[in-house]
């Protein structure tokens, strides 16, 4: 089984400083792993996702994420965050078998951005 | 636009009382998806169907039931629901499962009275 830890619940960040979402996940086997964002009173939309090859992957928004497999991590980053990406994120790893899985998701980061 | 839908939005119950929560997709996905997200919390696999194939979690309660009857509509059925059973409940396609994006829709906001 698949687990994923996302240990800040909230994090607070003025406009157009850089921020980092942690998250960390334990997997005994190869995973995926998926960055999904809530807008308010929205479902989750996909933000990016690491599959294999290259270890960081970006987003159109300008967020990027990099997959660490000695840290079991996949941290997400913004150099420069907008008021617009106030949110929660959610961080989700998936464990491939026969080409069929589900995801298990983090408890979510909610990202607070004040003016 | 392609899409996944979820009727109603906010759905208010009495304990005990039976509802059904609906999902509609029009993406054409062979997967569809029922989580429970109960607030500051992860999102919950309850079940979800591969074509006709229903496949439901271990840890799911027997007071959560699941139809689909075609390719585009999914049911949640709550058969006796609970005030632990408030949650926002959140449908999600995929094309064929696995790395594939899974779409989500906007969620039901379930409040047990």
């Known amino acids: 089984a698949q687990s994923v830890t996302q240990l800040d619940s909230q994090v607070p960040v003025f406009e157009e400083a850089p921020v980092e979402l942690r998250c960390n996940y334990s997997?005994?086997?190869?995973?995926?792993l998926f960055w999904y964002v809530q807008y308010p009173n929205q479902g989750l939309q996909l933000l990016l996702k690491?599959?294999?090859?290259?270890?960081l992957v970006e987003s159109i928004n300008g967020f990027e994420a990099e997959f660490n497999k000695s840290q079991t991590s996949f941290h997400l980053r913004k150099p420069s965050v907008h008021i617009s990406d106030t949110a929660e994120y959610f961080c989700?790893?998936?464990?491939?078998?026969?080409?069929?899985?589900?995801?298990?998701f983090g408890k979510g980061t909610m990202l607070l951005v004040s003016p | 636009d392609a899409m996944v839908i979820q009727n109603p939005r906010y759905q208010v119950t009495q304990f005990g009382k039976p509802v059904t929560l609906s999902c509609s997709q029009t993406l054409n996905h062979n997967v569809m998806y029922w989580y429970q997200q109960k607030s500051s919390q992860a999102p919950k696999l309850l079940f979800h169907?591969?074509?006709?194939?229903?496949?439901n979690e271990a840890d799911t309660p027997d007071n959560f039931q699941s139809r689909r009857p075609n390719t585009s509509f999914c049911f949640l059925d709550i058969r006796s629901p609970g005030l632990g059973d408030a949650a926002m409940y959140l449908c999600?396609?995929?094309?064929?499962?696995?790395?594939?994006?899974?779409?989500f829709g906007p969620g039901t906001r379930l409040l047990v009275l």
């Open positions: 169907y591969y074509d006709k194939d229903f496949n």
């Open positions: 690491y599959l294999s090859g290259s270890t």
């Open positions: 997997s005994s086997v190869s995973v995926y």
């Open positions: 989700a790893v998936s464990a491939p078998n026969s080409g069929y899985s589900t995801l298990t």
């Open positions: 999600a396609t995929s094309l064929t499962g696995g790395a594939e994006t899974q779409y």
